[in-house]
């Protein structure tokens, strides 16, 4: 049967089931039966040699050892292989459903999907390997070789469905976390870490001094330890501080305790870098915490533009809508020229006030529903929503015109500022890096044509040999 | 050449090249040849049966249209195909470098990787059929149809691991966007809202009544209708809200402005009928900026414990924390004894007091890197990190104990408390809810043996047919 034919015949199918239905229906059931036969016969032999293959892959030893394998995962998967190559037609919803499950609980434990599928080509391998042997007539092999390919690789292409839906959740549940800890507790949080770290640095002198019977207490297994082990790393991901300070922890876990212990008395010395080393990770911590209120805050503090790291989800989400609900969507890339004059002739703090002026003119010259970003230096992008290269163009002239005016310095000397502006509108490539090339493209083109103007990028594009 | 002797003769190869290897040394010269050139000659129909399939594909619609294959993707995925399986040995760090740039572009684009896994299976059927018709011998054709079906995984493998590498990126600072704004801007962004949604009230209204020409301006591509397209969609997702409120602007768009422009003098039943719209696209606003607030506070409001929406997060890090470090991890699933008879008896009122003391006691049992969260109506759940059953064990009796105390109502009168308490250990499951269900498993068994007590989850297992 056709895809229509199914969709049509039998309104009970859906997409999903129309997919393993075509499978099922190009294979004869004699070959099935003989499939059955042999996946029945060599499965405890495949999943063998694929744990021990995978167990040794190194992005599968977080959440896979041998004992997990034997108490858990190796009837689990035994059972998955008889169930998609049984003799029997399989119930298609159940089939769907346990693709669904496993990418979900997959997706739970954190087990990346290409993990995944290195299992399932080297299971693909072995399976194949085998129909070689069953069948002897090219026709059946084919029909054979195409059954047990599309079957597993349709398992995965479920799994992985799933696998990215449930993944994308816990992963915005973990940022809020994160997000929702730093803006509430931060201050408090700060207050009780440096408070217990001073409390093991008391508690560890104390016993030193009163040359108490080791094993003395370790700074990772302290408060403050087991605090930065398990909420620190959260709060502060992918820093490089939270090693540094683990650094310290295990010299003074490891070396200078144990040292300080088995003297008596104490290296004074050795004292002196124990405490070394604790004011050491308190002034680490505390670069954490300002660190990330900085990071956090979303803004250019000095323009009060969106912050760079922004950009992608703007534009993907814009991109995205005007495909789908094909309305226009134009940017503009705004360079102020001779900045670097400014900067050398008025100072930073002149340089700051242009940038502060004209992030001013740009936000009173847009909708509350256009996005204004800091992207470089003296360089912003303005993301236009729902407008089409003319209008966008205007607004960029209006700008342009807004911008050239008079600044007045608080030290009385005044000058001007221009802008040049590359303008681009999206051309249905699904990809926004191209709609910011363009947009480069166009102000480079203005920029070479002698600054203080706005060049369309399409405009730029025919020009383009004349630049050369 | 094995896996290990590829790692050891060559330092040069990463193990992603080894993978690479390992297809390519198993593959015949003179086969490869004849694939490379079959490739070749078949590489354009192949792309045609791959695009005219996938275009077809509900996933696919949003980021693929004739006019985007025809222009971009056509050739890209023509060369991809050609480089893939090229007469000569490939250049593996290139090889490598492609597939990771695929990944990234498709993350970029959102193109869901169970789409191109989709895709690929088609073109490998494809491929594999017309490997029947030019390998003869078993050998030579098993050989052929190894290297196609493992060349065209390795690629899928290495594009997935980018891709959800990227796409986690992306997520978090999504949703990173949406928390900054809305905790930063979001009272301005509400009043800001509320005055452009009256403002093209207002203007409607003056039209219609001093009958201006049409076409009238709608409601969506107002300030109004922008922002909620653009900006709302971005800071209230998944919220049915939004849907609302753009099912009465299209009322307004597209029945009641024609309507009204269409009549002199207006119809009053239609004005009336536009006022109420407008109040309630008010009313459903202020409703989503309250609903937003209550949902990123990340804390229960009455107890102060954690939102049970973080116990993924929590649970998958320490899980795969002790999995990692080999440190011992363990949760209690605590329960109010008789909650119902408390609550009905003494009012809500009543109950919250009990709720708000309970949490009080856990808290002030548990250190400050242990995580406790309000689970459901009267239970608690709390993760206790780096502890084994044992010191589990301790905690929940002195939990237990703690809390069987007299709590005095404002009113005078008193009553006590009694919890019963679950305790399970990690026993080295990477799915965290088997040691959720365990806890649970023993709370169970807590209740059923007369409350007031707390039972460790082996316990109770051993203890599971006494309870039938």
Redesign the interface.
């Known amino acids: 049967m056709t895809v229509d034919a199914l969709l049509s015949n039998s309104k009970q199918l859906s997409?999903d089931e129309v997919e393993w239905q075509l499978i099922i229906d190009a294979i004869d059931p004699a070959i099935r039966s003989a499939v059955a036969d042999m996946v029945e016969n060599h499965a405890a032999a495949s999943v063998e040699v694929f744990y021990s293959t995978l167990l040794t892959h190194?992005e599968a030893t977080?959440?896979l050892?041998n004992?997990?394998v034997n108490?858990?995962l190796h009837s689990a998967l035994l059972r998955w292989l008889q169930s998609l190559f049984s003799a029997t037609a399989p119930d298609l919803a159940q089939l769907i459903a346990t693709q669904r499950r496993i990418g979900l609980?997959h997706a739970?434990?954190?087990?990346?999907?290409?993990v995944v599928?290195?299992g399932?080509?080297l299971l693909?391998?072995t399976l194949?390997?085998l129909l070689?042997e069953i069948f002897l007539t090219?026709a059946d092999?084919?029909t054979a070789?195409?059954y047990i390919?599309?079957m597993m690789?349709?398992a995965?292409?479920?799994m992985?469905?799933e696998f990215?839906r449930d993944?994308?959740k816990?992963?915005?549940?973990?940022?809020?976390?994160r997000?929702?800890?730093l803006?509430?507790d931060v201050t408090l949080e700060r207050e009780?870490?440096r408070a217990?770290l001073l409390d093991w640095g008391h508690k560890i002198l104390l016993a030193i001094c009163c040359n108490a019977p080791p094993p003395l207490p370790s700074l990772e297994?302290s408060?403050f330890g087991?605090?930065l082990?398990?909420?620190g790393s959260?709060l502060f991901p992918n820093t490089m501080g939270i090693e540094h300070i683990r650094t310290s922890m295990r010299r003074i876990d490891r070396v200078l305790i144990p040292a300080l212990s088995a003297q008596v008395p104490p290296d004074t010395a050795r004292i002196h870098e124990l405490q070394a080393q604790i004011e050491e990770i308190r002034f680490l911590m505390d670069d954490l915490f300002k660190e990330s209120e900085a990071l956090?805050?979303?803004?250019d503090p000095l323009t009060s533009t969106l912050n760079r790291?922004?950009l992608?989800?703007?534009m993907?989400?814009?991109v995205?809508?005007s495909?789908?609900?094909e309305v226009p969507f134009s940017i503009l890339m705004i360079d102020i020229d001779h900045f670097k004059s400014i900067n050398d002739r008025y100072g930073h703090t002149g340089g700051d006030a242009v940038l502060r002026g004209v992030a001013e003119k740009l936000i009173s010259s847009c909708?509350?529903?256009d996005f204004i970003f800091r992207y470089g230096g003296e360089e912003f992008l303005i993301a236009l929503?729902?407008t089409d290269i003319k209008r966008a163009f205007q607004v960029a002239e209006h700008i342009r015109e807004n911008v050239t005016h008079i600044l007045t310095q608080p030290t009385g000397s005044s000058f001007s500022v221009t802008v040049s502006i590359g303008v681009a509108t999206f051309d249905?490539?699904?990809?926004?890096?191209h709609l910011i090339e363009d947009a480069d493209r166009a102000l480079y083109y203005a920029k070479a044509e002698g600054r203080n103007r706005s060049v369309i990028a399409t405009d730029a594009l025919a020009s383009l040999p004349q630049l050369q």
Chains 1, 2 share one sequence.
């Open positions: 997409p190194p977080p959440f050892s004992q997990i108490d858990h609980v739970r434990m954190r087990v990346p999907m290409h599928m290195h399932a080509r693909k391998n194949r390997k070689f090219p092999l084919s070789i195409d390919e599309n690789d349709l995965i292409e479920m992985s469905r990215v993944l994308q816990e992963i915005e549940t973990d940022e809020a976390y997000l929702v800890t803006g509430q009780v870490q217990a297994s408060g087991l605090w082990n398990h909420k959260l956090e805050s979303g803004r790291r922004f992608p989800t703007i993907a989400r814009e995205a809508q495909l789908r609900r909708r509350t529903s929503v729902e249905g490539h699904p990809d926004y890096t």
